[in-house]
């Protein structure tokens, strides 16, 4: 379960950020869900549910949303959008150069709430 280790790693990046801006409470958090991080949104959410336990996100709704996959051909000098499972460019068959981030869970955005709220 790989998505464990993705989220707490999204979990520490709020909790890092949030914490000395007073934010004492997240109550919505985004993430993008890499092409290729084998991920769905269903996982993200347990995971996220699991790993934010006893931390400032605990009970926060997590927003997971599926990214294309896009990536470079070089053989066609072109943007290519291959199948996840193949990687292959649709148009020529050739290798397409996909991004880093495909294969992981980024941090869209989060809200929360300070000491004069709520």
């Keep these: 379960m790989h998505e464990l280790g993705l989220m707490e ?6 909790v890092r950020d949030a914490t000395p801006r007073g934010i004492r409470r997240v109550t919505d958090v985004s993430v993008a869900l890499g092409a290729v991080s084998h991920v769905t949104p269903e996982a993200a959410r347990s ?9 400032i996100c605990q009970g926060a709704r997590l927003h997971a949303k599926p ?14 959008r ?8 649709p148009r020529c068959g050739g290798a397409v150069e996909v991004p880093e981030g495909a294969s992981g869970i ?3 955005s989060y809200e929360g709430e300070g000491p004069e709220e709520g």
């Design 9 to 14: 790693r999204i979990v520490a990046l709020i």
């Design 47 to 55: 995971a996220f549910e699991i790993v934010s336990a006893g931390t």
């Design 67 to 80: 990214e294309p996959l896009e990536g470079w051909c070089p053989r066609c000098r072109a943007t290519r």
């Design 82 to 89: 291959p199948d996840p499972g193949d990687l292959s460019c």
């Design 106 to 108: 980024r941090l869209l």
